[in-house]
């Protein structure tokens, strides 16, 4: 009985560290929900969000309940939403074309 007692904490451990590694592995290519919150400094709703958007929504899949996002796909999804420095666009133009349309009943 003293010898089962003992040998219970190390396959404790051993299962412990082998689902860690198993995570690990996952989490080198696949964010959980969690992770995409902490990754991008943004609250869950609002990953939530993205996810569920009906224009250029996150790409995700949920596995078993879990839903993963691929970081590569995150990575690539915040570039195309990067917010651009106001000297980089063109408000003259924008107002022109506003004023040109207003003027042309459009």
Known sequence: MALQA???PGAEWLRIRMKQQASEKIGTEWLGLRQVTQYA???ERTVRSWIHASVDALPA???GGKILVR???LDAWLARH???PLETIDLDGIVRDALQ???NGR
Do not use: L, M
Request: charged share 35%; net charge positive.
């Open 41 to 43: 400094d943004v609250s």
């Open 6 to 8: 003992q040998q219970t």
């Open 61 to 63: 899949v949920r596995v």
């Open 82 to 84: 990067r917010v651009r």
């Open 101 to 103: 349309g207003v003027a």
């Open 71 to 73: 970081r590569s796909e």
